[in-house]
C-alpha cells in the first residue's frame, strides 16, 4: 500500500488529500499540521474550511484511508510521497519585505522531513513557491539526510476555493514537473499513477522543475490580469456611458479571448494572486528584468485603484460624508462559497469607510464575527500568515457590528454595499429592505449581481460597477 502525508491540513492540502483518498481506496492518507485546533477541526463534526461538497468527502473517508494528525514526524517517516502544502505568505520585513515569498515554513518542513526519514521518499511542492525552490529544497534535504534518496516534484495546485471539489474531481490539467533523470522520471511517473486514478492521462502535463514552478505564478497572474484590465475598463464605461457587462460579452466572444473571468469587480482578492503577482515581481526584479516587473505590478495598482474607486463613489455619493451613518455590508469573504477572507477587497472597502468614520453592520453566510473584527483590526500582510497562530485581537471595532441577517444588516441604514457575490443577496426582498432604510437608500453593487432596473424602481439610487450612473450620480464631480 503506497501512503501519502501531506504537512499542511490547510484550504488546499485538505480537500486535495481528501480527493485522493476517495480516488485511491488502496493509498493511506495523513494529513499533517503542526496546528492543534485546525487537526481537532478536520476530525470534527465542523470541518475547519467552508467548500462544498467536502464535507460528504471527509466523512466517507476519515478513519478509513484518511487521517489527521499532529504526529506530523510519524507519518512522514512511514510515507513514500510528502506533499509540502504549507504556507507560503509575502515576507514582512527583511530582504524582499512586501514581495518575496517567505518560505520559513516551507524550509522548517524540509529540514523536519530529513531528519526524520529512514527510507526513500518523493517530495512534492504543492505549495506555490518562487522558480528554483526545488533545488534549495533538494540542497537541504540532501545535506541533512542519511544517504537517503530523495526526488524533488513540482506539482503546483491550480483548484480554485468555493469551488475546489469539482476543480480536483475534474481538474483542466495536472502539472507535474521534475528532474530530467532516470529518478525523476520514475519520480514523475509514480506521482501521474496517482492521478490517474481520475485524471485522464491527457491531462497530466509533465515539465522539468522550473516550468512547472513558474507555470503556477504564470496562471495566477494571467487570471488577475483579466480582472483588472476588466476592472480598468469599468471605469472608462462609466465616465463614457457604455455597460461593462455588454463590453465584456462582446469581448469574450472572441474565441481567442474566450469568456471567462472577465466580471468587473470591487477587486481581485483571496491568499493566492497578490501573493504571487508580488513574488513574481520579486523574481523579475532579481532577474534584472524591470520593465517585466513594472507590467505585473500595475495590475495590483489596478485593482487596489478599484477599491478606493469604489468607496470615493460610496462616500461622494452620499453627500461627501458617511460619518456617523450605517452603512450595510454584504458579503465579506473575497468570493462567494468560501468562509475565507484572506486579502478580500471587503476590508479595504471597510476601512475606507471606516475612515470616513461610517458605521458599519456586516453580513456574510459563511464568515464569523470573531475573524471579520480580526481582519479589520489586522495591519497589512498580517492576514497571509496562519491566523490560527495569532491570539486574537483584543481590540475590538466599536464601528462595526456583526448581525446574522441581510435584513437586520440593511435595517435604518442609508446604504448597502455588496460586496461579495452570494447567491442569496440575488433574492432578497429588497422592497422589504427599502421599506426600513433611511432615505435616499443606496445601493452600492460591487459585484453586479443586483437587478439595476428593479432596485432602481423601488426607489433605490444605485451604483453598480461599470454599468451606466443614474442621474443622481451622474450630477455629482467625477469621482477618482
Ligand atoms: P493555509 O494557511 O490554509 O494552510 C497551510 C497550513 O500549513 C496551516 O494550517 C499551517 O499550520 C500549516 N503549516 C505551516 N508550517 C507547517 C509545518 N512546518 N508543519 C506542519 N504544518 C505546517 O494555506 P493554503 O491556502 O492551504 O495554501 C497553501 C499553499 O498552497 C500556499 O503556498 C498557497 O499559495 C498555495 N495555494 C493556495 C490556493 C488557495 O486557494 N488557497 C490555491 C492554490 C495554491
Not at 503556477?216 to 475598463?233: D, G, H, P, T, Y
Request: charged fraction near 25%; charge should be neutral; hydrophobic fraction near 40%.
Amino acid at each position: 500500500m503506497v501512503k501519502i502525508c501531506c504537512i499542511g491540513a490547510g484550504y488546499v492540502g485538505g480537500p486535495t488529500m481528501a480527493v485522493i483518498a476517495l480516488k485511491c481506496p488502496a493509498i493511506e492518507v495523513a494529513v499533517v499540521d503542526i496546528s492543534v485546533s485546525r487537526i481537532n477541526a478536520w476530525n470534527s463534526e465542523q470541518l475547519p474550511i467552508y467548500e462544498p461538497g467536502l464535507d460528504d468527502i471527509v466523512k466517507q473517508c476519515r478513519g478509513k484511508n484518511l487521517f489527521f494528525s499532529t504526529d506530523v514526524e510519524k507519518h512522514v517517516a512511514e510515507a513514500d510521497i510528502v506533499f509540502v502544502s504549507v504556507n507560503t505568505p509575502t515576507k514582512t520585513q527583511g530582504l524582499g519585505a512586501g514581495k518575496a515569498a517567505d518560505l520559513t515554513y516551507w524550509e522548517s518542513a524540509a529540514r523536519m522531513i530529513a531528519d526524520v526519514s529512514k527510507s526513500d521518499k518523493i517530495v512534492v511542492e504543492k505549495s506555490t513557491v518562487p522558480v528554483k525552490t526545488a533545488e534549495a529544497i533538494e540542497k537541504i534535504l540532501t545535506h541533512n539526510s542519511k544517504k537517503i534518496n530523495f526526488q524533488i516534484l513540482s506539482n503546483p495546485e491550480f483548484l480554485a476555493e468555493g469551488t475546489a471539489i469539482q476543480d480536483l474531481f475534474n481538474p483542466d490539467r495536472v502539472l507535474i514537473g521534475g528532474r530530467e533523470t532516470p529518478e525523476g522520471a520514475k519520480a514523475i511517473q509514480a506521482l501521474k499513477d496517482v492521478y490517474a486514478h481520475w485524471v485522464p492521462v491527457e491531462r497530466i502535463i509533465c515539465t522539468n522543475l522550473w516550468s512547472a514552478e513558474l507555470s503556477k505564478l504564470a496562471a495566477n497572474a494571467f487570471l488577475a490580469q483579466r480582472i483588472s484590465s476588466v476592472n480598468a475598463m469599468s471605469a472608462l464605461c462609466e465616465a463614457t456611458g457604455a455597460d461593462v457587462t455588454q463590453v465584456s460579452h462582446a469581448v469574450g466572444k472572441d474565441s481567442r479571448i474566450g469568456p471567462k473571468f472577465l466580471n468587473a469587480s470591487v477587486g481581485f482578492g483571496g491568499s493566492c494572486f497578490q501573493k504571487d503577482i508580488l513574488n513574481l515581481v520579486y523574481i523579475c526584479e532579481c532577474n534584472g528584468l524591470p520593465e517585466v516587473a513594472n507590467y505585473w505590478k500595475q495590475v495590483i495598482k489596478v485593482n487596489d485603484y478599484q477599491k478606493t474607486r469604489f468607496v470615493n463613489r460610496v462616500v461622494s455619493s452620499m453627500f461627501n460624508t458617511v460619518s456617523g451613518k450605517k452603512i450595510a455590508i454584504l458579503g465579506f469573504a473575497f468570493k462567494k462559497d468560501t468562509g475565507d477572507t484572506r486579502e478580500t477587497p471587503a476590508i479595504d472597502v471597510c476601512k475606507g469607510l471606516l475612515g470616513d468614520k461610517a458605521r458599519l453592520s456586516i453580513y456574510d453566510p459563511q464568515v464569523s464575527e470573531d475573524q471579520i473584527q480580526r481582519d479589520l483590526s489586522m495591519k497589512k500582510f498580517d492576514w497571509d500568515h496562519p491566523v490560527h497562530l495569532q491570539p486574537a485581537s483584543p481590540m475590538s471595532i466599536t464601528q462595526v457590528s456583526v448581525v446574522w441577517d441581510a435584513y437586520e444588516a440593511t435595517k435604518d441604514a442609508h446604504g448597502i454595499c455588496i460586496l461579495t457575490e452570494w447567491d442569496e443577496f440575488k433574492n432578497l426582498d429588497y422592497q422589504r429592505i427599502y421599506n426600513n432604510m433611511q432615505k435616499p437608500a443606496f445601493v452600492f453593487d460591487g459585484r453586479n449581481i443586483a437587478d439595476v432596473e428593479k432596485l432602481r424602481e423601488i426607489g433605490f439610487i444605485v451604483y453598480s460597477i461599470g454599468k451606466p450612473l443614474d442621474s443622481w450620480l451622474k450630477d455629482l464631480p467625477a469621482v477618482a
